[in-house]
Nanobody
Framework: QVQLVESGGGLVQPGGSLRLSCVAS???????NMWWYRQAPGKERELVA????????NYADSVKGRFTISRDNAKNTVYLQMNSLKPEDTAVYYC???????????????WGKGTLVTVST
């Protein structure tokens, strides 16, 4: 069974920073693309950042220049460094990834359960 587990959320003041982590566990052959999404109260889930297996990245316009996505393939982990946080960044942040298991010739998409980030005074 493959699981994605996020951590690092919490309460932070505007202008502050947080670093989210997402670890993929289980019997894994390879991890392809990895994404961070977020869902604010009353809003739809939106894509925040993406990173390919080769390290190419892409960001939502709302977080460009403030957030950085990275990954450690040896640890099956993706990170989201969030700086200059704003109240509108308040949301549950979800990890998403395409993962291939041994013996399979295709990847399966997995979601974590999310971690809450609250930006407030």
């Amino acid at each position: 069974q493959v699981q994605l587990v996020e951590s690092g959320g919490g309460l932070v003041q505007p202008g502050g920073s947080l670093r989210l982590s997402c670890v993929a566990s289980g019997i894994i052959f390879s991890i392809n693309n990895m994404w961070w999404y977020r869902q604010a109260p009353g809003k739809e889930r939106e894509l925040v950042a993406a990173i390919t297996s080769g390290g190419n990245t892409n960001y939502a316009d709302s977080v460009k220049g403030r957030f950085t996505i990275s990954r450690d393939n040896a640890k099956n982990t993706v990170y989201l460094q969030m700086n200059s946080l704003k109240p509108e960044d308040t949301a549950v942040y979800y990890c998403n990834s395409d993962i291939r298991r041994p013996g399979s010739n295709r990847s399966v998409n997995y979601w974590g359960k999310g971690t809450l980030v609250t930006v407030s005074t």
